[in-house]
C-alpha cells in the first residue's frame, strides 16, 4: 500500500491561508502570529468526491428546482432569516458568542421538527445525553423521534447519520468534532476544514440539511474559522447583548435567500420565544416625549421595525470629548455631531456623548440619523422630543435632510403602533401618504427639523 503523502505547511488559524514558510503577519487577513506549524496528510482525500462518477455535468435548462424543496419549520423567525425554510441538502452555520443561545436555539428548532412527525439527530460534541435532558425538560421537549449523538469523531457521526436516515442534522459545534487521520487539535483550521468538507459532502449526497454551530464572533475573532464561511450555504449568526435578552438572528450569506432577513427571539425562562411583533417589544418601555430619545421606522429585511434611540451629552470632564456607538455606526455618529455643531448650532465640541439603541438593536442605515440627530440634540438641550413622533432622515454634510426610501411602509408601521405625527425631509413631502391617522411634519435642514421635532420650552 502506498504510504499516504504527508508534508508540513504553515496555515494561517484566522483565515486559513497557507504558507510554505511560517510568516509574522498573514498576507491574507493581517492577523500578526497566527500561523501554525501542520502536518497534512493524505490531501488527497479533501476533494474526491468533486470528482465522482455521479457527477456529470448536466445543461441548465435540463436542471430542475424541484428537487430542492424546503423543510419548513414550525418557527416563522428562522424560516423569514433563512429565506423560507432550509433546502434539502444545504449545510447552515449558526455562528454566535458562546452563551447566546445557539444550542438552545437549534434544540428547539430539532424538536420542534421531530414533532411534526421528522427523524432529527442531534450530534453533540459539547454536553453529554444528560445535560441535553435537562436543557431538554427546561424547554419541555417531549423527544421522540429526536436522537441525541454526544459523538466527536467525524467518521463515527457519518457512519450513524447513514444508519438512523434522519430528515434534519445539527451538529453542535464544528469546533469539537475531528477527523482522525488528520493532525491538529479539534477546532483548529485544518480540522474544522476537514469536517465540514465531509458534512458537506454527506449533506449534498444524501440530501439533507445539516446545521452546524461555530463559536464565532462577527469577525471572525474568536475561533477564527472564517474559512467555514466559504464552505457553508448559509450562515446565520444569532446576536445579542448579554444585558437584554432579545436575540437576533442575522444572515450574513445564504446561497437560497436574502441576506437582509433578521429574526428576533427573547431568551426566556423556558427557552427562546419568537418575537412576532419586534416594533411593540422594542417600545414597551419607551416614554413618550422623553428626553433624548426619539422613535426611528427602520427597515430590518423587508420588515419595518420601530426602534428607539436615546442619546445622552454631559460636559467633557477630562481628556478630548468621547462618543461611545451602542446599535449606531460610530462613523454616522460622528458625522452627525459635526454636522450639528456646525450646520444647527448645537455646540458638542466639549460634550461627550453616548448613544444606545434599545433592545440590543443595531442600525446600519442613514435613514435613521435624524433620529439620531434630535435625540442628541434633545439630550444637550434638556428639552422634549414632542409627544407621539416618530422622525425619518438621511442628514447631509451641510446639513440638508435626504430622502429615505420605503417611505409608505414605515409610516404605516409608525401608525400602527399609534404614532401621530411623523417627522420626514422635505423631499418627501411630493409622496402623498394614504395613511390618514399620522400627520407628516417635513424640514428640509437638520436645524428645522429640531424646530418642529422638539419641545420649545425647555423643562426646568
Ligand atoms: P446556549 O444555548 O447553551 O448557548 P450557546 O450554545 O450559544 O453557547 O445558551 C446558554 C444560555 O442561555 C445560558 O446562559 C442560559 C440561557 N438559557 C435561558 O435563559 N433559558 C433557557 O431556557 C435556556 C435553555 C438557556
Ligand atoms: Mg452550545
Not at 312 to 319: D, I, Q, R, W
Not at 323 to 342: K, M, Q, W
Not at 373 to 386: F, K, P
Request: glycine letters at 10%; a neutral charge.
Amino acid at each position: 500500500m502506498n504510504k499516504p503523502k504527508s508534508k508540513a505547511v504553515f496555515i494561517c488559524q484566522q483565515c486559513g491561508k497557507e504558507s510554505p514558510k511560517w510568516l509574522g503577519r498573514c498576507p491574507g487577513c493581517q492577523e500578526w502570529n497566527s500561523f501554525v506549524e501542520t502536518v497534512v496528510t493524505a490531501p488527497a482525500h479533501t476533494a474526491t468526491w468533486l470528482y465522482s462518477e455521479e457527477n456529470v455535468p448536466q445543461e441548465l435548462s435540463h436542471l430542475t428546482t424541484e428537487t430542492s424543496p424546503r423543510l419548513v419549520f414550525p418557527l416563522a423567525e428562522l424560516n423569514r432569516v433563512l429565506g423560507g425554510g432550509l433546502v434539502f441538502g444545504s449545510l447552515v452555520l449558526v455562528g454566535g458568542d458562546p452563551g447566546i443561545g445557539k444550542s438552545t436555539l437549534l434544540l428547539q428548532a430539532s424538536s420542534a421538527v421531530a414533532e411534526k412527525g421528522d427523524r432529527v439527530v442531534y450530534v453533540s460534541g459539547e454536553e453529554s445525553s444528560q445535560q441535553i435532558k435537562l436543557r431538554s425538560e427546561r424547554l419541555r421537549i417531549g423527544g421522540d423521534r429526536l436522537y441525541i449523538l454526544p459523538e466527536t469523531n467525524i467518521e463515527v457521526i457519518l457512519g450513524r447519520l447513514s444508519e438512523l436516515s434522519p430528515n434534519l442534522v445539527v451538529v453542535d459545534s464544528i469546533q469539537t468534532v475531528y477527523l482522525e487521520e488528520m493532525t491538529g487539535a479539534p477546532g483548529s483550521v485544518t480540522q474544522i476544514r476537514e469536517c465540514t468538507l465531509r458534512l458537506m459532502r454527506w449533506a449534498k449526497r444524501a440530501e439533507i440539511p445539516v446545521l452546524i454551530t461555530g463559536h464565532v464572533t462577527k469577525d471572525g475573532t474568536i475561533a477564527g474559522p472564517r474559512v467555514l464561511e466559504h464552505i457553508v450555504d448559509v450562515v446565520l449568526y444569532l446576536e445579542g447583548e448579554t444585558f437584554s435578552s432579545y436575540r437576533i438572528l442575522r444572515s450574513n450569506k445564504n446561497r437560497f435567500g436574502s441576506t437582509n432577513e433578521v429574526g428576533v427571539f427573547e431568551m426566556s425562562g423556558g427557552g427562546l420565544v419568537e418575537v412576532a411583533n419586534p416594533s411593540e417589544a422594542f417600545l414597551v418601555s419607551h416614554r413618550d416625549g422623553a428626553v433624548g430619545s426619539a422613535v426611528v421606522p427602520t427597515f430590518e429585511g423587508s420588515r419595518p421595525l420601530l426602534v428607539e434611540i436615546q442619546a445622552l451629552t454631559s460636559l467633557a470632564s477630562f481628556g478630548p470629548p468621547r462618543r461611545i456607538a451602542n446599535g449606531v455606526d460610530f462613523n454616522r455618529l460622528l458625522l452627525i455631531a459635526a454636522v450639528l455643531t456646525r450646520r444647527a448650532g448645537v455646540n458638542l465640541s466639549n460634550q461627550d456623548i453616548i448613544t444606545n439603541v434599545i433592545g440590543g438593536l443595531r442600525i446600519g442605515e442613514p435613514a435613521a440619523d435624524l433620529g439620531i440627530a434630535l435625540a442628541i440634540a434633545s439630550s444637550h438641550r434638556d428639552a422634549q422630543v414632542v409627544p407621539g413622533l416618530a422622525v425619518l432622515g438621511e442628514v447631509g454634510l451641510s446639513g440638508e435632510l435626504r430622502s429615505v426610501p420605503q417611505l409608505e411602509r414605515r409610516i404605516a408601521e409608525a401608525a400602527r403602533l399609534g404614532f401621530k405625527r411623523c417627522l420626514i425631509p422635505d423631499a418627501l413631502s411630493k409622496l402623498t401618504s394614504s395613511v390618514r391617522s399620522i400627520e407628516l411634519v417635513t424640514a428640509s435642514t437638520v436645524a428645522e427639523a429640531l424646530r418642529s421635532g422638539l419641545v420649545r420650552q425647555p423643562r426646568k
